[in-house]
């Protein structure tokens, strides 16, 4: 089924920002894994999942309405700190929100409503799951200190 060429583009556009959002996750998980911070390790590594299911759920679809994926992922700087990665995906979170906001509408103006239901569901992820947590996280690092929020890290589960 041949996609209108515009909506296509977008989400092109889109995978190159999952694919960059699983590669920043990817090296900040790494990177607390190395600092022996299991559960945000196990938290960021299954963001990283999620974020390869979305870019998979873009890919399928630019090949259903025929479009040619761009599978480079957009350039990003990753964190050092504990604070500064979770800063930095907060803001990727966020730079997605807006982007699959503008993306469902473009889609309904060219009345792609599968493209559109697909994005609403990233993006209720994107709302509801990601920024959400990472939002918390931050406050409480300003609640607790960095020092005490990171005890509260050490342990490996995913909810956490």
């Given at each position: 089924?041949?996609?209108?060429?515009?909506?296509?583009?977008?989400?092109?556009?889109l995978l190159r920002g999952e694919l960059s959002a699983r590669d920043q996750y990817f090296i900040h998980s790494r990177r607390y894994e190395d600092m022996g911070l299991k559960a945000l390790y196990a938290r960021i590594d299954h963001e990283m999942e999620e974020e390869t299911q979305h870019a998979d759920?873009?890919?399928?679809?630019?090949?259903?309405?025929?479009?040619?994926p761009d599978m480079r992922p957009e350039?990003?700087?990753?964190?050092?700190?504990?604070?500064?990665?979770?800063?930095?995906?907060?803001?990727v979170e966020y730079r997605v929100r807006a982007n699959?906001?503008?993306g469902m509408a473009l889609?309904?103006?060219?009345?792609?409503?599968?493209?559109?239901?697909?994005?609403?569901?990233?993006l209720q992820d994107?709302?509801?799951?990601?920024?959400?947590w990472l939002e918390q996280q931050?406050?409480?690092?300003?609640?607790?200190?960095?020092?005490?929020?990171?005890?509260t890290k050490l342990d490996g589960k995913v909810g956490d």
């Open positions: 089924m041949k996609g209108h060429p515009d909506v296509v583009d977008y989400l092109k556009q759920a873009l890919l399928r679809r630019i090949l259903f309405l025929e479009g040619d350039p990003f700087v990753a964190g050092k700190t504990v604070e500064d990665m979770l800063q930095r995906d907060l803001e699959l906001a503008k889609c309904e103006q060219h009345g792609d409503f599968v493209s559109r239901e697909m994005l609403l569901t990233q994107t709302e509801e799951d990601h920024a959400h931050l406050g409480l690092i300003q609640r607790l200190g960095i020092e005490n929020y990171l005890l």
